[in-house]
């Protein structure tokens, strides 16, 4: 089955860490994107990219930092310089040439600040 | 400044009946909106888009309408099942397909439905 997968699902972080989320996509899409929940918030860009080895800063870039070495994988790191990280974090994908915009999603990781 | 807002944080429906959930917009650039449902602890799953050429897109029981001048989508469910209960978010983008920001969408900040059996 093709589909996103996001490890881990749940992750705690101890003030003053760094912590990596991971996104692998076996769909073969071109673009791939990472977003940030919060309550009562809609989703807001992070960061995207487009093609392996390139990327843009999203919205609200400012704390995280992403690579994109393989086509099926764009990490995404939680630095410390992220001042309230707590939140539901989305990986999502695009064929680069689609007509509808329609995203896949993974299923999502809780990150949680203690 | 947020750009694509859904003023009612939660709507409640009886089974069979209409849901309509609202969503403006303050970006003329816009020019694709889409709507998604998400069920809690679950990436959203996309369910229906509308390009800004077209004032109405029908797909079985759920239908969006454009009011491009009024700056408004809404989305239509009917009849409405318990299993359509989620949050539902609307998202618009202002890139075209192949544009250097293709795929970057602005999202709501969603509503929640309960359809009530």
């Known amino acids: 089955d093709g589909g996103i997968t996001q490890s881990p699902k749940y992750l705690f972080r101890k003030e003053g860490q760094n912590v990596t989320l991971s996104c692998e996509q076996n769909l073969n899409h071109d673009a791939m994107y990472w977003y940030r929940q919060d309550p009562g918030q809609g989703l807001r860009l992070i960061y995207y990219s487009q093609i392996v080895n390139d990327f843009q800063k999203g919205d609200i870039a400012e704390g995280y930092s992403v690579s994109r070495e393989k086509k099926e994988s764009f990490p995404l790191t939680v630095t410390s310089a992220q001042k309230n990280p707590t939140a539901f974090y989305l990986c999502a994908t695009l064929p680069n040439w689609g007509t509808n915009y329609g995203y896949t999603f993974g299923s999502g990781t809780r990150l949680t600040v203690v | 400044d947020q750009q694509v807002k859904q003023n009612s944080p939660s709507l409640s429906v009886q089974e069979g009946r209409i849901s309509i959930l609202n969503c403006d917009y303050t970006?003329?650039?816009?020019?694709?909106f889409l709507w998604y449902k998400k069920y809690p602890a679950e990436g959203p799953t996309f369910l229906i888009s509308?390009?800004?050429?077209?004032d109405k897109n029908e797909d079985g029981r759920f239908t969006v309408f454009l009011n491009k001048s009024a700056k408004h989508l809404s989305l239509h469910i009917v009849p409405s099942q318990p299993g359509d209960s989620a949050v539902y978010f609307c998202a618009a983008s202002a890139e075209s397909i192949g544009g250097t920001s293709y795929g970057k969408l602005t999202f709501g900040q969603g509503t929640i439905l309960t359809v009530h059996p």
């Open positions: 509308i390009s800004s050429i077209k």
């Open positions: 970006n003329s650039m816009f020019d694709y």
